[in-house]
Every structure is written in C-alpha cells, then in structure tokens.
C-alpha cells in the first residue's frame, strides 16, 4: 500500500527556514519521480516542485525559484523540501506525492509564516 507521510512543519518567523521531509513506502522509491504540492486555505493544490529519479533535475514554480530546493535520499525512500526566506504567502499545508501514483496524499504537514 502507497504511504506518504509528511513532517517538519510548524511555525516559523518571515525569513525563517524549514525543512521538510516526507518517507514513503509502498512502491519503488527510487523509480519514481517526486513532487512536492501545497494548499492555502482558500486555494487550490498547487504544484511547488518536482525532482527526477537520480536528484540530478529539478524544477520549481517561480514564486519559489531561489528559496526552496527538493532533495532526495533514494537509500532512504525520503524526499525534502529546504525552505529558505520564507514568506507569508508561503503558508499552507505540504504534502509530497509520487508521479507513479498520483492518486495517494498523505496528511500533509503545516507550514505557517507569521510573526
């Protein structure tokens, strides 16, 4: 069974940094593509970065572009989100989610940027 579950958010101070991760089971890691997606209160899900299945591409939405890097551990069937400068604007609830079954969400981990 696919299991996402992420971890590592909380509150943090405009121009703070977070990191988070998100260990998942259930299908083959290390063959599928990652992304990380979000949700303000109010909005749609949207799409905040994807990494290949070596780690060696990577792609961002702008409004991140410069603050946030995805990284992966394929030993450790992990991927993260380093997240740097943060905004306001960036509070919302995480969650990761693999290409391979893009149907599974985890419980997603909440980011909130306020001072």
């Known amino acids: 069974q696919v299991k996402l579950v992420e971890s590592g958010g909380g509150l943090v101070q405009p121009g703070g940094s977070r990191r988070l991760s998100c260990a998942a089971s259930g299908f083959t890691f290390s063959r599928s593509v990652m992304k990380w997606y979000r949700q303000a209160p109010g909005k749609e899900r949207e799409l905040v970065a994807g990494?290949?299945?070596?780690?060696?591409?990577?792609n961002y939405v702008d409004s991140v572009k410069g603050r946030f890097t995805i990284s992966r551990d394929n030993a450790k069937n992990s991927v993260f989100l380093q997240m740097n400068s943060l905004k306001p604007e960036d509070t919302a609830v995480y969650y990761c989610?693999?290409?391979?079954?893009?149907?599974?969400w985890g419980q997603g981990t909440q980011v909130t940027v306020s001072s």
């Open positions: 989610n693999t290409q391979l079954f893009p149907r599974y």
């Open positions: 990494i290949s299945i070596s780690g060696s591409g990577t």
